[in-house]
Nanobody
Framework: VQLQASGGGLVQAGDSLRLSCAASGRTSGSYLMGWFRQAPGKEREFVSAINWSGSYTYYADSVKGRFTISKDNAKNMLYLQLNSLKPEDTAVYYC????????????????????WGQGTLVTVSS
């Protein structure tokens, strides 16, 4: 599975962005999809995840209520809507996929994911 993230950019605090992640290759089967981010000088951290059917979504506390994850299985697309952006949201955002599913705890673990995209940079100015 190959993942290609896009949609990042330079925005002001309070603005919105929508990130996209296109999956290609061996996309048949079920996958847990997730978004992680890495701010300058910091470790990569969990942002959000969604199960194959879309019935379960998970969010980091820092983005809950501002970010929304969604997916379109027919188009092999994953999205992350970022609203009310803050300067502390500045980071490279990565999409990731895990074969099969995972529970709430495992879905937040970087090590659980099998495939990673290259990342897209989001910069939020104050």
């Amino acid at each position: 599975v190959q993942l290609q993230a896009s949609g990042g950019g330079l925005v002001q605090a309070g603005d919105s962005l929508r990130l996209s992640c296109a999956a290609s290759g061996r996309t048949s089967g079920s996958y847990l999809m997730g978004w992680f981010r890495q701010a300058p000088g910091k470790e990569r951290e969990f942002v959000s995840a969604i199960n194959w059917s879309g019935s379960y979504t998970y969010y980091a506390d820092s983005v809950k209520g501002r970010f929304t994850i969604s997916k379109d299985n027919a188009k092999n697309m994953l999205y992350l809507q970022l609203n009310s952006l803050k300067p502390e949201d500045t980071a490279v955002y990565y999409c990731a996929a895990k074969t099969g599913g995972a529970g709430p705890r495992a879905s937040r673990m970087e090590s659980a994911y099998d495939y990673w995209g290259q990342g897209t940079l989001v910069t939020v100015s104050s």
